[in-house]
Each structure stands twice: as C-alpha cells, then as structure tokens.
C-alpha cells in the first residue's frame, strides 16, 4: 500500500512554520552580523532578511 506520493499538509501550516522560521534564522544571522561589524541589527534588516529567506524557502521547497 505504499504510494510515492508523499502526504501534503495545510499549506497555511506550512506557511506559518516557514515564516517562523526564517524569522528565528534571520534574527541569529542579523545579530551575528552585527557583531563582526558587517550589518546593523535593526527589525528593518531583520524583517528583509526573514522575507527574503521565506520567499526563498517557498520557492525552493514548498511550491507544488
């Protein structure tokens, strides 16, 4: 009964997760930035960096 389909979830879960994600990735790699003296830690450069690596992440991963 095995099937090569894998079982697809809530895209709004999938959505949700991806988002919290990116946003947790993003925060350490702003401030990691930060301190070596490359970016600024603002929530401006935070949420760019979240919205980037989202929209990355979708296109690479979640679109059907």
């Known amino acids: 009964m095995a099937t090569d ?3 697809s979830g ?3 879960v999938l959505l949700v997760l991806d988002l919290l994600l990116s946003l947790l990735f993003s925060v ?6 930060d301190l070596v003296g490359i970016g600024e830690y603002t929530w ?3 949420a ?3 919205l980037f690596l989202a ?10």
Request: net charge neutral.
């Open 55 to 64: 929209v990355a992440t979708y296109f690479a991963v979640l679109r059907e």
């Open 44 to 46: 401006r450069n935070v």
């Open 5 to 7: 389909e894998a079982p």
């Open 28 to 33: 350490g790699v702003v401030y990691a930035l």
């Open 10 to 12: 809530d895209i709004r």
């Open 48 to 50: 760019l960096a979240t």
